[in-house]
């Protein structure tokens, strides 16, 4: 009976959950459906039908948040759920794609929207009423119902999974790879969701009574505050060090001090509501002192990105840095001076400026790119002023710039300062190949303390002019060279390039076939007057073995010195290679 009553109770919990949140869990079954049907049809990996799986993903923390702010008022307010679903289509119609993939700055903005769903989560009960213990309460079932959901989920994840490996090697039976995966989905889709949402209590305004147990006391008192002082030790040490040394602080230390003061404002919600009356003097202490303590470490912070950000501009990691040192001051200053000093400020501020920095000229997106094209107009100047001869690291500063760009198709920014586009100018549909002709088309020269100047050792093919004669050659496959990965093959033939050489090794299984020597190759390259645009016939190679024909055709070529080699070998390249076998 008491099977019978537990699956009983569990059924009530499904349809109660389902009555309460009916939009979220018909969202989240019917997103799980159509990632398992992408994954079916091997189009999982589709640009266009992974936004739609973006927006499936981010829309269940949005609704739940929104039927929780939508509790709060006594008459129905469907415009609410209207809203958040005209926020999640326009998420889907502003999703930028490129070609196969999704562009980098729709993925950080579906990180900024999921993660300020889930703050919105954690506050939208509390946004017209507050009262500390109900909150710390409500923050507690929702931990509880996450760790619950996910550990459930996982259970019956592995039980499947096990079931399918039995199914599969005792009745020789073949399970499909594709299959594990969809059934990692569904847990997490569906039945993590369902569980989720069915743990959560419906009046929580009126729980009000503290149950703060021994082991969530021992947690705060013995583990996490001896973190927070192990932290402020390690940091104002180095703030010692940097002081006696006289030196500006490395820009690792502002990842350490952000993490300082997140863990700072767990412990604080934590504690909030037994901070006055619980018999503990290292809880009660712990405001004012530890933001206190926090300040000098904030200043530290400021000075760090600000370093950073002056020697190299901004870039999206460097905004987000920045931003929430901001954050943090300003959360610092309100917990010392609010008299109200209401917790729910974390997470709900949070989420505000993480949808705010999302979007507009001041958005994370804008400003970095603007910096970025004004650290390339200096950086170039400085080259040009100099007769194109600079240092190792101020070509690479420049380098580093172009590939940032090229990652945000924003190339065509720089415009202005080149005098042309380089997206117009290098007519490719390599976006790799963009950045390096651009590079090898400044040509560069490299010069070191003793004047001595290097050359460019990267060298590319003119691809308006590779045409590729596959006459006398059965397959044609593109292969991607380097010294320390060896995994390129073409029907069981296997081609490896040998470090400190120019060799390429040819084998078939445990069988030595034999070697191409690509030094020639590279003389004749070492003497041309530019290193792009190279005339195709430059960059081929022909070699017949016994009972193998061969042909490369490189599009790119790169030379560097290992250890302490006497001279620049092959260390990457990309061709194009082709292959006939010989009948004996």
Not at 392 to 412: A, C, G, P, T
Request: glycine share 4%; net charge positive.
């Amino acid at each position: 009976m008491k099977i019978i009553s537990s699956l009983g109770e569990i059924t009530s919990n499904a349809k109660d959950a389902f009555k309460r949140f009916p939009i979220t869990l018909c969202w989240a079954i019917t997103g799980t459906l159509f990632t398992l049907f992408t994954i079916e049809t091997d189009t999982f990996d589709n640009a266009f039908y992974g936004r739609v799986i973006l927006t499936f993903t981010l829309g269940i923390s949005w609704l739940i948040a929104t039927h929780f702010f939508e509790e709060q008022f006594k008459r129905d307010k469907t415009w609410v759920f209207l809203l958040t679903l005209g926020f999640l289509l326009l998420f889907y119609f502003c999703v930028e794609v490129n070609g196969s993939k999704i562009h980098q700055n729709s993925i950080i903005r579906f990180i900024l929207y999921f993660v300020s769903g889930h703050l919105l989560v954690m506050v939208t009960p509390f946004i017209f009423k507050w009262n500390k213990s109900a909150y710390f309460n409500y923050l507690k079932s929702v931990f509880i119902a996450i760790v619950r959901s996910l550990f459930f989920s996982l259970i019956l994840y592995l039980g499947i999974v096990l079931a399918l490996l039995a199914i599969k090697y005792l009745f020789n039976i073949d399970v499909k790879g594709e299959r594990f995966f969809q059934v990692f989905v569904l847990c997490i889709g569906i039945v993590n969701t369902w569980i989720y949402l069915s743990d959560f209590p419906k009046d929580v305004h009126n729980q009000l009574a503290i149950n703060y147990t021994k082991a969530l006391e021992v947690l705060v008192k013995y583990i996490l505050i001896p973190l927070v002082i192990l932290y402020l030790i390690i940091l104002y040490a180095y703030s010692l060090k940097i002081v006696i040394s006289w030196s500006l602080p490395k820009g690792w230390v502002s990842y350490l001090v952000i993490a300082l003061s997140f863990l700072g404002f767990i412990v604080q919600i934590l504690i909030n509501p037994i901070q006055k009356t619980i018999n503990s003097r290292t809880i009660r202490k712990f405001y004012p002192w530890f933001y206190y303590l926090l300040l000098p470490l904030i200043a530290l912070l400021f000075v760090a990105i600000f370093r950073r950000i002056n020697e190299y501009g901004i870039t999206e990691n460097r905004y987000f840095v920045l931003l929430l040192a901001c954050w943090v001051l300003a959360m610092i200053l309100y917990i010392l001076f609010s008299k109200r000093k209401k917790i729910k400020v974390f997470p709900f501020s949070l989420a505000v400026v993480a949808l705010l920095v999302s979007f507009g000229f001041w958005g994370v997106f804008s400003v970095s790119t603007k910096s970025q094209v004004k650290q390339f107009e200096k950086v170039y100047t400085d080259i040009k002023t100099d007769n194109f001869t600079t240092t190792f690291e101020k070509k690479n500063q420049l380098r580093s710039i172009v590939r940032y760009l090229n990652n945000k198709h924003e190339l065509h920014k720089i415009e202005n300062v080149l005098g042309y586009n380089p997206k117009i100018a290098f007519k490719t549909n390599s976006h790799w190949q963009l950045q390096n002709r651009l590079m090898d088309s400044l040509n560069i020269k490299v010069i070191d303390n003793t004047n001595n100047v290097y050359r460019n050792n990267y060298y590319s093919i003119d691809d308006s002019k590779m045409i590729i004669n596959t006459k006398n050659y059965d397959v044609l496959k593109i292969l991607y060279f380097n010294s320390y990965e060896n995994r390129n093959s073409i029907n069981n033939y296997r081609f490896s390039l040998n470090e400190k050489t120019n060799i390429i090794k040819v084998s078939k299984g445990d069988t030595h076939i034999g070697d191409i020597d690509c030094s020639e190759m590279i003389q004749k390259l070492k003497k041309q007057e530019k290193n792009y645009a190279i005339a195709p016939n430059l960059m081929t190679i022909e070699h017949s073995f016994k009972t193998l024909n061969i042909k490369f055709v490189f599009q790119n070529i790169n030379l560097s010195k290992i250890d302490d080699a006497a001279e620049k070998h092959l260390s990457n390249a990309s061709a194009y290679v082709l292959i006939k076998e010989n009948v004996e």
